[in-house]
């Protein structure tokens, strides 16, 4: 899992645990899922909220990330 800011800053975590939290950048962040499984992206600092945007295996998004974590 890597997360990219705007302003350069870079994060990576290998195999995330299930149901742990990690922190995002907040607004204007890519995410590229190199994990095997889905990755939940929550937009609070915290992983609370109900809505949520799925980043399946290989694949990425952009935008607010406060937040992600995988599910099982």
């Known amino acids: 899992m890597?997360?990219?800011?705007?302003?350069?800053?870079?994060?990576?975590?290998?195999?995330?645990?299930?149901?742990?939290c990690h922190q995002g950048f907040g607004e204007d962040t890519a995410v590229v899922n190199r994990t095997q499984g889905t990755i939940l992206i929550f937009p609070d600092s915290d992983c609370r909220t109900r809505i949520?945007?799925?980043?399946?295996?290989?694949?990425?998004?952009?935008?607010?990330v406060g937040s992600f974590q995988a599910p099982s």
């Not at 990219?4 to 870079?10: E, F, I």
């Not at 949520?52 to 607010?64: I, K």
Request: no cysteine; hydrophobic share 30%; aromatic share 12%.
């Open 2 to 20: 890597r997360l990219y800011s705007r302003d350069g800053h870079l994060a990576t975590v290998v195999d995330p645990e299930p149901f742990v």
């Open 52 to 64: 949520f945007n799925p980043v399946e295996p290989d694949e990425g998004t952009y935008g607010n």
